[in-house]
């Protein structure tokens, strides 16, 4: 792994502006006219799956936020902010939840070893191991156990997305953003979209009975 000094950085920048104007000389001053991206990206801060590079999007096209293990916190004003803005403002069509194999906030969670704030950060997967305790134990190795809970911990957060408020209101306003759950497998490069439980939402009062999907 090839690291930056940190002037690389700016050096990086200039050489961009300047290739990008070259090919475009009106890039910038289109992209300053405004954004209105179909797609909120909610997703670990984790620095190996950079959302435009993995999904070949360019600026403007994705609306982001990312956290430590891509929770969906009820009280966090970080993210229901930036929920509100995206489904309200922007009218995104889609909002994704992207998790990832070997996610350091998975592991600590489910050895115990986080320390400090991500302590207790992660507690709700630690929650969720302990609710699927079983399931986990049938798998043979650490490394399976730790996939399944990533996949858990994804399908688990899309459900919080369903019980904010923000949602609520746009459900009751009859506007339906597609949900989509992701894994990102750092291994492959690729990302799987993980089945959504959607009936068992909808007998659940978690999403609308016309929702969409099964
Ligand atoms: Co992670």
């Not at 994704?96 to 996610?103: P, R, T």
């Not at 492959?188 to 016309?210: M, T, Y």
Request: charge should be negative; include cysteine; aromatic fraction near 8%.
């Amino acid at each position: 792994m090839e690291y930056y000094d940190y002037s690389d950085l700016l050096d990086n920048n200039r050489r961009w502006v300047d290739e990008t104007l070259k090919r475009d000389p009106e890039y910038f001053a289109k992209l300053a006219e405004g954004q209105h991206p179909p797609f909120l990206y909610i997703g670990c801060s984790d620095s190996r799956k950079p959302l435009n590079t993995i999904t070949q999007t360019r600026p403007g096209e994705v609306f982001i936020h990312r956290n430590v293990a891509n929770q969906i916190s009820l009280t966090d004003m970080n993210l229901l902010s930036v929920l509100e803005f995206a489904i309200e403002s922007l009218k995104v069509k889609h909002v994704i939840v992207c998790g990832h194999y070997g996610c350091g906030g998975v592991t600590a969670a489910y050895r115990g070893t986080a320390t400090g704030l991500v302590e207790n950060w992660v507690t709700p997967i630690k929650d969720l191991a302990l609710v699927h305790k079983d399931e986990l134990n049938e798998l043979s190795t650490e490394e399976d156990r730790l996939n399944r809970l990533s996949e858990l911990n994804v399908l688990a957060q899309v459900r919080n997305l369903c019980k904010t408020s923000i949602l609520h209101r746009a459900f009751a306003r009859g506007d339906y953003p597609q949900l989509h759950g992701w894994i990102f497998a750092i291994r492959s490069g690729l990302i799987q979209e993980q089945q959504l439980p959607l009936g068992n939402w909808k007998e659940l009062g978690l999403i609308p009975k016309d929702y969409p999907g099964s």
